[in-house]
C-alpha cells in the first residue's frame, strides 16, 4: 500500500537548522508530487511548498523562501524537508503528503515530525 | 492570498443527527482544487473529498461535499462515533494552497 514514512522528532535550538524526510513506498516515486505542510500546536495547516520527484524542481510560498529548502533522493525513494534559521514559532508538527500532477489535493499524508524549537 | 474560514469554529451534536459545515472563501476558488480532510487527535490528516463534491477512495458514502465560487459545504448524514473529529477544507488558487482553520465536531 501507498506509504509515507517520515523521520522522528527533533528539538533545536534557536538559530539552527532542521532537516525532516519522508520515505515514499508502494508506488513510483517519480509520477507524484510531495508537499510539505506544518501545523502549530493548536493550530491550522499551513503549505511550505512541493518538490517534483521526477527532476527536483521546487516550488515555495513566499513566506518561506530564503528559509526552506526540499530535495529528494530517488535511490531511496526520499523527500527531505530544510528549514533554517529556527525560531521558536517554527514550533509545530511537520507532514509530508503526496499529491498527483495538478490534483489538488493530498493523499496519503506521512505521520508527522515534532519539531520543537527551544533555547 | 485565498482565506478560506470555515463555521462554526465548534460543532455538538450527537451520534446519529446530521452535521453540516461551512467553508466560504475569500475570493471564488475553482470547484477542482477544492478538498475536506478529518483529522483525528494524534493523527495526520485524511482526505475524505476532492473536487468539491468527489468522496475519496474508502470514505463511507455518508460524507458528501457540496458548493461552488465561494461557498462550499461538507454533509455528514448520520454522525457515527467514529466521525467526531476536526475537518479542515483546503483549496489551490494564485500559486499558492491554503487550508481553513478547521471545524471541532464534537459529542453533545
Known amino acids: 500500500q501507498v506509504q509515507l514514512v517520515q523521520s522522528g522528532a527533533e528539538v533545536k535550538k534557536p538559530g539552527a537548522s532542521v532537516k525532516v524526510s519522508c520515505k515514499a513506498s508502494?508506488?513510483?516515486?517519480?509520477?507524484?508530487?510531495l508537499h510539505w505542510m506544518r501545523q502549530a500546536p493548536g493550530q491550522g495547516l499551513e503549505w511550505m511548498g512541493i518538490?517534483?520527484?521526477?527532476?527536483?524542481?521546487?516550488k515555495y510560498p513566499q513566506k518561506f523562501q530564503g528559509r526552506v529548502t526540499m530535495t529528494r533522493d530517488t535511490s531511496t525513494s526520499t523527500v527531505y524537508m530544510e528549514l533554517s534559521s529556527l525560531t521558536s514559532e517554527d514550533t509545530a508538527i511537520y507532514y509530508c503528503?503526496?499529491?498527483?500532477?495538478?490534483?489538488?489535493?493530498?493523499?496519503?499524508w506521512g505521520q508527522g515530525t515534532l519539531v520543537t524549537v527551544s533555547s | 492570498e485565498i482565506v478560506l474560514t470555515q463555521s462554526p469554529g465548534t460543532l455538538s451534536l450527537s451520534p446519529g443527527e446530521r452535521a453540516t459545515l461551512s467553508c466560504r472563501a475569500s475570493?471564488?476558488?475553482?470547484?477542482?482544487?477544492l478538498a475536506w480532510y478529518q483529522q483525528k487527535p494524534g493523527q495526520a490528516p485524511r482526505l475524505l473529498i476532492y473536487?468539491?463534491?468527489s468522496r475519496a477512495t474508502g470514505i463511507p458514502d455518508r460524507f458528501s461535499g457540496s458548493g461552488s465560487g465561494t461557498d462550499f459545504t461538507l454533509t455528514i448524514s448520520r454522525l457515527e462515533p467514529e466521525d467526531f473529529a476536526v475537518y479542515f477544507c483546503?483549496?489551490?488558487?494564485?500559486?499558492?494552497?491554503?487550508f481553513g482553520q478547521g471545524t471541532k465536531l464534537e459529542i453533545k
Open positions: 503528503a503526496r499529491e498527483c500532477a495538478s490534483c489538488y489535493r493530498f493523499d496519503p
Open positions: 508502494g508506488y513510483i516515486f517519480t509520477n507524484y508530487h
Open positions: 518538490i517534483n520527484p521526477n527532476g527536483g524542481i521546487t
Open positions: 475570493q471564488s476558488v475553482t470547484s477542482i482544487s
Open positions: 473536487g468539491a463534491s
Open positions: 483546503q483549496q489551490f488558487g494564485d500559486s499558492l494552497y491554503t
